[in-house]
């Protein structure tokens, strides 16, 4: 699946932590290799620390924003 990300979520994606960064880029592997149809509503993903808001259309993960508690 192809991955787009509005810029904001870009933004915050490259101003957490290392090790945030990292669980949010497995959040959204998940997401992506996830090959279960889905309706294209609004979805959230949740780590231990992070969390990602997004939208599939067809073969297209949008994510919308992301975020961490730390």
């Known amino acids: 699946m192809k991955v ?4 904001r979520a870009a933004d915050v994606l490259f101003d ?3 090790g945030m960064h990292e ?3 497995t959040l959204i592997t998940a997401v992506a290799g996830d ?4 309706a294209p509503e609004l979805a ?4 231990e620390w992070c969390w990602l ?3 599939v259309q ?3 993960v949008e994510v919308l924003d992301v975020g961490c508690a730390r």
């Open 4 to 7: 787009e990300l509005i810029q």
């Open 16 to 18: 957490v932590p290392d």
């Open 23 to 25: 669980e949010i880029i």
């Open 35 to 38: 090959r279960r149809p889905q």
């Open 44 to 47: 959230a993903a949740f780590g």
């Open 53 to 55: 808001v997004y939208t």
């Open 58 to 60: 067809d073969d297209v």
